[in-house]
């Protein structure tokens, strides 16, 4: 069974710098996905990785996955008010089943 | 193109009664899926539908859960009788078809028991 597991859980940051959200998973996973969740929203998809080394960038997040140490990272350059946000990570199989982590709660302070 | 579609989106009932949530999913999806999504957590499968088949619901509590996809469309998710720790949010999501890349999630219904 696959176990998704996030860390930070809770992150609070400054404007305008730089941090890594990480993403460990228990098994093989087919593929890696990141999610975004405002508050009282529903989810919005950012990334999904399909293949070790996969690395996705849009705007100031990156995405990454090492399929050998099980690893997916997000990363946040320059953070901004905006980016402010839930994130999480889930892996899923062919089965289509997706396994999410318990999600990192991110704040980014003026 | 419209998304997922659910209803209601709140809903506050007292313990033991039933309560029922509506999905309709993008246009041309035939994976539906339903999750619960407890406060605080990431969101858990309770059951997938291909077409109108539902092909993994080891994870719905049956003795007061049940769902439906009568004609591979929309789907309903019943509860009977609700209990406190039903509380959560319980998010629809759609894709093309099993192993398409990705799920687009509705906006969830928040269910409040009391």
């Known amino acids: 069974e696959l176990k998704v597991e996030q860390n930070p859980l809770f992150l609070s940051m400054q404007e305008g710098k730089n941090y890594t959200i990480y993403c460990n998973y228990s098994?093989?996973?087919?593929?890696l996905y990141w999610y975004r969740q405002d508050p009282g929203k529903s989810l919005e998809s950012l990334f999904v990785?399909?293949?070790?080394?996969a690395v996705k960038q849009e705007g100031r997040l990156m995405a990454s996955l090492d399929t050998k140490a099980r690893l997916s990272t997000l990363h946040i350059t320059a953070a901004v008010h905006d980016l402010s946000a839930t994130y999480f990570c889930?892996?899923?199989?062919?089965?289509?089943?997706?396994?999410f982590g318990e999600g990192t709660q991110l704040t980014v302070n003026p | 193109e419209a998304g997922v579609v659910q209803s209601p989106r709140y809903k506050i009932i007292e313990k033991k009664q039933p309560v029922a949530f509506w999905c309709n999913p993008i246009?041309?999806?035939?994976?539906l899926y339903w999750y619960r999504q407890n406060l605080g957590q990431g969101p858990e499968l309770l059951i997938r539908?291909?077409?109108?088949?539902?092909?993994?619901d080891s994870q719905l509590p049956k003795d007061r859960f049940s769902a439906e996809r009568l004609k591979g469309v929309d789907s309903t998710l019943k509860i009977q009788p609700a209990e406190l720790g039903d509380s959560a949010v319980y998010l629809c999501?759609?894709?093309?078809?099993?192993?398409?890349?990705?799920?687009?999630f509705g906006p969830g219904t928040r269910l409040t028991v009391l």
């Open positions: 999501a759609s894709s093309f078809s099993r192993g398409q890349i990705e799920q687009f």
């Open positions: 098994t093989t996973s087919d593929r």
């Open positions: 990785l399909l293949s070790n080394g």
């Open positions: 889930a892996g899923g199989g062919v089965s289509s089943r997706l396994t």
């Open positions: 246009s041309g999806h035939n994976t």
């Open positions: 539908y291909e077409n109108e088949e539902a092909v993994d």
